[in-house]
């Protein structure tokens, strides 16, 4: 009887395991617009999410920036602005995409050279974080977004 319990035990765990939907985050066209050290620079990147849960993007690092924020474009009355956004929800099966003009991450105090690469590190409120590489583009941007 015991050992049947405890193949029983070993038969469970996979299943609960599976049972609990998980968000899968993969990251695609990652690039910035840099322009100067003193200019925050303007990161862009294409989420998707192939698990059957939402994903919460909760926040950004990036060894090539002071720190990363979260951020949107809005124009109201006329004003261009930004402003802080706390999370972004990529939805399961859905995807999620940085443009200019609307939202971004902005990388304060950029380290970074035109031509070359930053990685960030997106973090999720229940998933592993994801480390991206970011094409460095000048103040052209991506050749997508001309
Ligand atoms: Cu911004």
Redesign the pocket.
Known sequence: MRRLLTALAACLVPVLAAAAPTPAVTAKDGWFRYLLPQI?A?GFVTLANAGDAPAVLVGASSPACGSV?L???MNRSGMDM?IHVKSIIIPAHGSFRFSPGAY?L?CMKPRMTVGGTAHVTLTFAAAPPLTVTFTVYGADGHPSSR
């Open positions: 925050p303007a924020m951020h949107r474009s930004m971004h902005m």
